[in-house]
């Protein structure tokens, strides 16, 4: 059966610190992959996707995410955290274009 | 660019009571979608439609009802509602390439 994964409910790290978010998926061929994230009270916004090619994405804000076809993995990555990344991270998975499941989110806390 | 819109932002409901969440797009996409979001459970497809005159259930259809009827209308109806329909729910479309666009979200409460 399809199904999205985030084994991380929550996440906390420090200001300046580096993050990993974490993703897999089950799916017997190679989906569109996404990242999306949303602040308190708002809507979704995309950070990035994959769709074929190069396996190291490059979003916005500063996040890259990286497809591991092994693992079946799509992994979020920031080198440095800042305090105005603190949000809900989604990883999506698009198994064609008609059917988009989402993980249940990791909710990422940045100390000071 | 106003791209997905929803209304209303915010809905108490009496149980049995029946409602339409609207939502419009202006970006001329094919597809679009309805999910709903509960705490620490995602986002779960509602229905989805890949254009006019065309709908399909997703996960959670149960309860809900869809229509299609232009390219920019996908409105989501609640016909009995139930203290289980609380939720926050969320129209999208997307491109050809998958990527969506979200509204902002409509916060529905039954009581």
């Known amino acids: 059966a399809q199904s999205v994964t985030q084994p991380d409910i929550h996440i906390t790290v420090s200001e300046g610190a580096s993050l990993e978010l974490r993703c897999n998926y089950s799916?017997?061929?190679?989906?569109?992959l996404f990242w999306y994230v949303q602040s308190p009270g708002q809507g979704l916004q995309l950070l990035l996707k994959y769709f074929s090619g190069d396996t190291l994405v490059q979003g916005i804000k500063g996040f890259e995410a990286e497809f591991k076809r092994s693992q079946s993995s799509f992994n979020l990555r920031k080198p440095s955290v800042h305090w105005s990344d603190a949000a809900e991270y989604f990883c999506?998975?698009?198994?064609?274009?008609?059917?988009?499941?989402f993980g249940a989110g990791t909710r990422l806390t940045v100390k000071p | 660019n106003a791209g997905v819109t929803q209304t209303p932002k915010f809905r108490i409901l009496k149980i049995g009571q029946s409602m339409t969440l609207q939502c419009t797009q202006d970006m001329n996409h094919n597809y679009m979608y309805w999910y709903r979001q509960d705490p620490g459970m995602g986002l779960k497809l509602i229905y989805y439609?890949?254009?006019?005159?065309?709908?399909d259930k997703g996960e959670v259809p149960n309860g809900y009802n869809v229509s299609r009827s232009t390219t920019e209308d996908f409105p989501l109806r609640l016909e009995l509602a139930a203290p289980s329909q609380t939720s926050v729910y969320f129209c999208a479309s997307s491109n050809q390439r998958g990527e969506a666009f979200f509204g902002q979200g409509t916060r529905l409460t039954v009581v």
């Open positions: 799916y017997g061929a190679t989906p569109y």
């Open positions: 999506a998975v698009g198994f064609n274009n008609n059917d988009m499941r």
């Open positions: 439609s890949v254009g006019a005159g065309i709908t």
